[in-house]
Structure formats: structure tokens, C-alpha cells
Nanobody, 120 residues
Framework: QVQLMESGGGLVQAGESLRLSCVASGSHFRINAMGWYRQAPGNQRELVAM???????NYADSVKGRFTISGDNAKNTVYLEMNSLEPEDTAVYYC??????????????WGQGTLVTVSS
């Protein structure tokens, strides 16, 4: 079984920065992509950013130029550097893993979520 452990959420003021981390652990899995989604109250879960094991990235338009995603394949870890945070970034941030496990391609796993609150 694959597990995801997130860290780094918290309360900050607008304009400040936060760094989220997510570590994947378990056995018999190969990472295809890792990244972050978020869900604000009353909204659907939405993509923030994803990075493939080859280093290709995909960002939501709302975070381009402010957020940077990076991965460390050796540590099974993905990071999200969030700069110039805005109150609209307030949400629960969920780590997502797309992995091949026991020969099954691109299974999806989710973390428990970490709360990011940005005050104005």
C-alpha cells in the first residue's frame, strides 16, 4: 500500500510564502507523477501543479509565476514553493500521486490534506 505524508501548511499573511512537502512511502510502486490539488470551502477540488518523473510540469493559470513545483525522485518527495500568497489561495491542499503498482499503470493516491490559510 502506498501512503502520502504532507507537511508545511499553516497561517500566513497575504504576500508571504509557504513550502509544502509530500513524501510517498510503501512498496512495489513506481512514481509517474506527483503534485498538488486544492479545495476551498464550497468549491470543487482543483489542480494546482503536477510534475512528472521526467520533470515536466503543469500549473493552474491562477498560480503561474507564483508557485513552483519540484520533485526529488530519490526521496519520493514533491515540493510546492508558494510565493506571493493571496487570500484566494486559502484551501486544503492535497498531495496526489500517480503511480504504477504491481503492474497496474497510473493508479491514483491522495494525501490527507494540509490547510493553508492566507489572511488579508
Amino acid at each position: 500500500q502506498v501512503q502520502l505524508m504532507e507537511s508545511g501548511g499553516g497561517l500566513v499573511q497575504a504576500g508571504e510564502s509557504l513550502r509544502l512537502s509530500c513524501v510517498a512511502s510503501g512498496s512495489h510502486f513506481r512514481i509517474n507523477a506527483m503534485g498538488w490539488y486544492r479545495q476551498a470551502p464550497g468549491n470543487q477540488r482543483e489542480l494546482v501543479a503536477m510534475v512528472t518523473n521526467g520533470g515536466n510540469t503543469n500549473y493552474a493559470d491562477s498560480v503561474k509565476g507564483r508557485f513552483t513545483i519540484s520533485g526529488d525522485n530519490a526521496k519520493n518527495t514533491v515540493y510546492l514553493e508558494m510565493n506571493s500568497l493571496e487570500p484566494e489561495d486559502t484551501a486544503v491542499y492535497y498531495c496526489r500521486l500517480e503511480a504504477t503498482t504491481f503492474g497496474v499503470f497510473n493508479q491514483q493516491f491522495w494525501g490527507q490534506g494540509t490547510l493553508v490559510t492566507v489572511s488579508s
